[in-house]
């Protein structure tokens, strides 16, 4: 072997033990991961002094020291009883400003909603001053997918922001552009890509499928047809999963968020398997599509409560896909130049793609148990 190989396989085992490292964070934490969840705020300009906040019952329980039942389910009566508990946190993190000092919050709870096939709880918050500014941190510390997609009414006219740990301030007197509502989506779908795990892991699958055999020579699979592969595969994902999140938000399509996620968590599952198995049985564009169209029903839970056909709907929807794409493109860029490389290596290859495809398909396993209800989440 001579110095550049040498070189070359130090560099490599660099790389690879750093995507070890990195694959060890993100793997401890997943097995009991969720969905991202949203709370809903509704507020307008001819009520200036008050606030509606729906907030679901699952985030109540994951997220706060509410005693439950036996069976670990919220009902009202439990509810009530810690009202006074509740609504202490809540006016702590949902917070009107009025020249930047906080107004003094009375909050109540008023009943129970659906959003989704999800129980929320729903809030009346009400203060003695004319706010000018919202700040929102509810739940910033324990759950970083957390937000609260909010609904204005300001002279007449529905505008739609979000509220997140990365942006959980906004002003209540003052129009948003569009190019400010869509920089807001877009930060959204980067966040949701990025830290919603399940699709970042079917990405991965994705990826290893397009590299699971080394050629054998450079004049059977030339770079340029496995660029073209990659391009194929991540196209037919990113079509499937931006028809799939335009049908479902605009609400054309609609199935039950349970079906969906358990759904999502199997799609992890087969991808991962198929690396494993010694030929492919299905075709991996096949694979690519038909879960892509899956994970769009996934990415349009977020948005799936969002008001009646507006602009600003529309563009929240254009905003919230191209962060995913923009997530996608960077997870790819990432994955790429190591994949390439590991083809040079076929011992070490091999290793990695069982040991990652393993873990892979042992989460999507875990998930889709634990989101069917079969497995309980914590």
Same mark, same amino acid.
């Given at each position: ?8 396989l ?6 690879t ?30 009520a ?14 994951a ?10 389910e ?7 009883d ?23 919050t ?5 009943g129970l ?8 709880s729903?809030? =009346? ?16 510390r324990?759950?970083?997918l957390?937000?609260?997609l ?15 740990a ?15 509502t869509?920089?807001?989506?877009i ?37 340029a ?16 999963h ?17 079906i ?10 087969v ?28 990415f ?18 254009l ?15 990432s994955a790429?130049?190591?994949l390439?490389?590991?083809q040079?290596?076929? =011992? ?22 634990q989101?069917?209800?079969?497995l309980?989440?914590?």
């Open positions: 072997m001579n110095i550049l190989q040498t070189d070359s130090r560099n490599l085992v660099k790389q033990r750093s995507l070890v490292i990195l694959a060890l964070l993100l793997f401890a934490s997943p097995l009991f991961a969720h969905e991202a969840s949203n709370s809903y705020l509704y507020w307008q300009d001819s200036p002094k008050q606030l509606r906040l729906d907030i679901a019952l699952s985030d109540l329980i997220n706060t020291e509410l005693r439950t039942n036996a069976l670990s919220l009902r009202w009566q439990e509810l009530l810690q009202e006074l508990e509740l609504a202490a946190v809540i006016a702590t993190h949902v917070r009107p400003l009025d020249s930047g000092s906080a107004c003094p009375n909050v109540i709870l008023v909603t659906e959003h989704g096939n999800s129980t929320y729903v809030w =009346k918050l009400s203060w003695p001053c004319i706010a000018t500014q919202l700040r929102y941190t509810l739940f910033a324990d759950d970083a957390h937000r609260a909010m609904t204005l009414q300001l002279d007449g006219t529905p505008e739609l922001r979000a509220l997140s990365s942006s959980p301030q906004t002003h209540l007197n003052s129009t948003n552009s569009p190019l400010d869509l920089a807001q989506f930060v959204q779908g980067l966040l949701h890509m990025w830290l919603g795990l399940d699709h970042v892991l079917f990405l991965l699958s994705l990826l290893m499928l397009v590299f699971k055999t080394r050629p054998r020579s450079e004049h059977d699979e030339p770079s047809n496995r660029i073209r592969q990659l391009i194929m595969v991540v196209t037919s994902f990113t079509l499937a931006s028809v799939t999140l335009i049908l479902s938000s605009l609400s054309i399509i609609q199935l039950s968020s349970r969906v996620e358990t759904l999502i968590a199997v799609s992890i599952a991808g991962a398997v198929q690396v494993l198995l010694p030929r492919q049985y299905l075709n991996t564009l096949l694979i690519s599509f038909g879960f892509g169209l899956l994970h769009g029903l996934g349009a839970g977020v948005l799936a409560e969002l008001t009646a056909q507006t602009q600003s709907t529309l563009i929240a929807l905003g919230f896909n191209v962060g995913v794409e923009l997530a996608q493109i960077c997870i790819v860029l790429y130049p190591l390439r490389q590991l040079q290596v076929p =011992k070490l290859n091999s290793l990695l793609y069982v040991a990652a495809s393993s873990a892979i398909a042992l989460i999507g396993l875990i998930w889709a148990f989101r069917s209800g079969l309980p989440s914590d």
